[in-house]
């Protein structure tokens, strides 16, 4: 009986030598390059020069009339069409049941058919912005080449 198994494991291992040595087919010099070429477009976004991140207040108050930026993998800009933008801010509050202190989430937006914010809403945060609070830039359109439009990453600043 432990013959057999011998046999048959030495039977087992040959065999899975005898497949393993069989190496696929390599792809062509053009093969790879079409490969190459077909990479998914990669883009980044940023505001000013700030990419999503935590930012202080000062320095985000000389950038709120700055425009977005998108950028592919090769460094090259393209123009962006329209954003939406949402501002969060936290204020505690007292509830009248409880009588405790509790944190309120309010959520302001708009949505914008240019690269920046208008006046009204520079004007806005300007008065309101506090430690804490965040800016979203969400759906944001470019026109890559032509007439084609894609959507660039988001973006989430956070006021420290």
């Known amino acids: 009986m432990t013959k057999k198994l011998l046999y048959i494991a030495l039977l087992l291992g040959c065999a899975t030598t005898a497949f393993a040595q069989n190496k696929p087919a390599r792809k062509s010099a053009p093969a790879k390059q ?15 020069i700030f990419l999503s991140d935590s930012i202080p207040r000062p320095e985000l108050l000389k950038i709120l009339d700055s425009g977005l930026v998108v950028r592919d993998h ?12 949402t501002y969060e801010k936290k204020e505690p509050y007292v509830n009248d049941t409880t009588q405790e202190v509790t944190i309120a989430t309010d959520l302001t937006g708009d949505s914008f058919k ?31 080449t032509g007439d084609k439009l894609y959507r660039a990453p988001e973006l989430k600043i956070i006021v420290r």
């Not at 079409?34 to 000013?48: D, V, Y």
């Not at 920046?116 to 026109?143: S, Y």
């Open 114 to 144: 240019s690269d920046r914010l208008t006046p009204v809403w520079v004007k806005r945060l300007t008065e309101a912005l506090e430690k804490g609070d965040v800016l979203f830039f969400n759906n944001i359109v470019i026109r890559y």
């Open 34 to 48: 079409q490969a190459a070429e077909k990479k998914p477009l990669r883009f980044t976004t940023s505001w000013h």
């Open 74 to 85: 090769q460094k090259n800009k393209f123009p962006v069409v329209s954003f939406d933008f």
